[in-house]
C-alpha cells in the first residue's frame, strides 16, 4: 500500500483566496474606484443638464417666432411653419436628455448605496466569516459564505467597473463628438436670440453700436487684470509643486508610500497646493468667460457696421429685415441657405440624441449584462471543490 504524500496545493490555494479576499476587501473600504466613478458622474450629469438648458432656451427663441411672418412678392411664409420640425425635434430631444438625466441620477444613488460604510461593514463581515472557514479543519460554513461574499463583492464593484469602462468609451469616442454637436446647437440658438433681440431701425443700431464701443475697453481691461492674476498663482503653484516635492523627498522611503498616514507638514503643503490650483482654475474660467464676450462684443459690433453700411451680414440678418418690414426679395431672403442651416441642426440634434443613448442608457445596460454573465460563471464555481487536493497517481494507489 502506497502512503498519499501532503500536497501543499490546498494550503496555497487558501492562502491565495484568503489575500484576494482581503485584498477584495480593501479595495472596498479606500474607495479608489469610486472617486473616478464620482467624477465621471457629475460630470455627466452637468454636461447632461447644460445640454438641457441649451435645448429649453432654443425652444423659447423659436417659439417667438411662431407668429412672424416673411412677405415674399404676393406670397408669405410663417418663419413659425418654418421651424416647426425643428421644434419639434427639440422637444424630442428634451424629453430623451429627461430620461438621461435620470439614469445618471439613478446610477449616483446607486453608488452611494454600494460605497456607503454601512454596505461595506456587511461586505467586510462576510469576508472575514469566508476566511475564518478557509482554514478552519472542517470548513464549516465555506459554501455559504463565500455565496454571500460573490454575491456582495459583486454588488460593490460592478456599478464601479461598469461606469469606468463607460468612461473610457466615452472619453474616447462620444464626449468629443457631443461638444462638437452641442456647440453648434449654442451657437444656432445663440444666432436666433440675437436675431430676435437685435434692433431694427438705423437710430437704434447707432445706440447699440455705441453701448458696444464703450463696453469693449471695459472688457480689454479686465481681460489684462485677469491675466496678470493667473500669471501670478501659476508662479505660485509652480513654487508650491516644488516645496511638496522637497518635503516629500525628505521622508523615508516607507512613508513616502504610506497612505494611511502622511507627514502633516507634507499633508499641509498639498492642501495648499490643491487650494491654489482650485484657485488657478477659477481665474482661467474667468478669463476664458471674459475672452468669450469680448469676441461676442466684437462679433456684434462687426456686424451692427456692416448692416448699418448696408451689407447684407448672413441669412439671419435677411430674415431680420423681413420681420422688421414683413416685406422682402428673393434676393434679401434666400430660403436655401435658411433650409441648410436648418438641416445641418436637425442633423447635429439627432448626433446629439444618438449619442446620450448610447452613453447613458445602451453601453451602461451592455457592460452591466457583460459583467452579470461573468458573475454567473464565477457564481457557478464550488470554492470547496477547488480546494480540495488534487488528484495524483499516489493517491489512486492508495488502498
Not at 452637468?46 to 415674399?72: E, Q
Not at 439613478?106 to 452611494?112: A, D, F, R, S, Y
Not at 456647440?183 to 447699440?208: I, R, Y
Not at 453701448?211 to 501670478?232: D, F, K, Y
Request: glycine fraction near 4%; charged fraction near 15%; proline fraction near 3%.
Amino acid at each position: 500500500m502506497t502512503i498519499p504524500t501532503r500536497s501543499s496545493a490546498p494550503f496555497n490555494r487558501r492562502l491565495f483566496t484568503a489575500l484576494l479576499v482581503a485584498g477584495l476587501l480593501a479595495l472596498a473600504w479606500l474607495g479608489a474606484l469610486d472617486h473616478y466613478t464620482y467624477d465621471y458622474l457629475k460630470g455627466s450629469l452637468l454636461n447632461a443638464l447644460a445640454s438641457y438648458g441649451v435645448s429649453r432656451s432654443l425652444n423659447a427663441v423659436i417659439s417667438m417666432f411662431s407668429t412672424s411672418t416673411i412677405s415674399i412678392g404676393v406670397a408669405s411664409i410663417s418663419v413659425g411653419e418654418l421651424l416647426d420640425p425643428l421644434n419639434d425635434l427639440i422637444e424630442r430631444f428634451s424629453e430623451l436628455l429627461t430620461f438621461a438625466i435620470g439614469s445618471i441620477a439613478i446610477q449616483k444613488i446607486l453608488l452611494t448605496i454600494v460605497s456607503s460604510n454601512l454596505f461595506n461593514i456587511i461586505l467586510s463581515v462576510f469576508g472575514i466569516g469566508l476566511i475564518i472557514a478557509l482554514f478552519r479543519p472542517t470548513r464549516p460554513g465555506l459554501a455559504i459564505f463565500s455565496k454571500l461574499f460573490l454575491l456582495t463583492i459583486f454588488l460593490r464593484l460592478c456599478l464601479s467597473v461598469m461606469l469606468l469602462l463607460n468612461l473610457a468609451v466615452d472619453h474616447t469616442f462620444i464626449e468629443p463628438n457631443i461638444q462638437a454637436n452641442q456647440q453648434k446647437v449654442e451657437h444656432l440658438a445663440s444666432d436666433l436670440d440675437e436675431l430676435n433681440q437685435m434692433p431694427q431701425t438705423p437710430q437704434a443700431m447707432q445706440q447699440a453700436l455705441a453701448q458696444l464701443q464703450q463696453e469693449r475697453p471695459t472688457l480689454v481691461a479686465r481681460i489684462q487684470s485677469r491675466q496678470s492674476q493667473l500669471t501670478s498663482l501659476q508662479t505660485q503653484v509652480s513654487e508650491q509643486a516644488e516645496r511638496v516635492e522637497h518635503l516629500r523627498q525628505q521622508l523615508p522611503l516607507w512613508e513616502r508610500f504610506n497612505v494611511f498616514k502622511q507627514d502633516k507638514a507634507l499633508s499641509e503643503a498639498k492642501e495648499t497646493l490643491q487650494a491654489l490650483e482650485t484657485q488657478m482654475s477659477q481665474e482661467e474660467n474667468a478669463l476664458n468667460a471674459l475672452q468669450e464676450s469680448l469676441m461676442t462684443v466684437d462679433e456684434r459690433i462687426a456686424r451692427y457696421e456692416r448692416r448699418l453700411a448696408g451689407q447684407s451680414d448672413s441669412m439671419l440678418d435677411s430674415i431680420n429685415r423681413g420681420l422688421s418690414s414683413f416685406t422682402a426679395s428673393i434676393g434679401e431672403v434666400d430660403i436655401f441657405k435658411i433650409q441648410a442651416q436648418l438641416e445641418a441642426s436637425v442633423e447635429n440634434l439627432l448626433n446629439l440624441m444618438m449619442l446620450y443613448l448610447l452613453k447613458t442608457l445602451l453601453l451602461p445596460l451592455l457592460f452591466m449584462y457583460l459583467l452579470i454573465k461573468g458573475f454567473q460563471q464565477i457564481w457557478q464555481v464550488n470554492v470547496a471543490d477547488w480546494l480540495k487536493h488534487p488528484s495524483t497517481p499516489e493517491t489512486k494507489k492508495a488502498a
